[in-house]
């Protein structure tokens, strides 16, 4: 049974950082592009950052390039999201997936497994 399963979020000032984690089983983990996507209310899902099979390569939504980084460890099948200099706009729900498409995109059809989501609340 796959399992993807968040942690990490929380409530933060702006101006402050929080640690994404997702923790991955059931599925040949290091065989599959991993991504975090957000939704907050009212809004359509969107893309963040996505991570290659093997880590080396990674795209970003232009909204958090230079504030988040993506990265992933194959030895415990986890992928974590760094968040830093965090703005009001990036309240959301927050979500991690898995996409067994040959080259990772941030688009979220593309993905097959996804958790059940981790809240990001960032105050001004």
């Known amino acids: 049974q796959v399992q993807l399963q968040e942690s990490g979020g929380g409530s933060v000032q702006a101006g402050g950082s929080l640690r994404l984690s997702c923790a991955a089983s059931g599925y040949t983990y290091s065989s599959y592009c991993m991504g975090w996507f957000r939704q907050a209310p009212g809004k359509e899902r969107e893309g963040v950052a996505v991570i290659s099979t093997g880590g080396r390569v990674t795209y970003y939504a232009a909204f958090v390039k230079g504030r988040f980084t993506v990265s992933r460890d194959n030895a415990k099948d986890t992928v974590d999201l760094q968040m830093s200099s965090l703005k009001p706009e990036d309240t959301a729900m927050y979500y991690c997936?898995?996409?067994?498409?040959?080259?990772?995109?941030?688009?979220?059809?593309?993905?097959?497994?996804w958790g059940q989501g981790t809240q990001v609340t960032v105050s001004s």
């Open positions: 997936a898995a996409s067994r498409r040959p080259r990772c995109r941030l688009d979220g059809n593309e993905y097959s497994y």
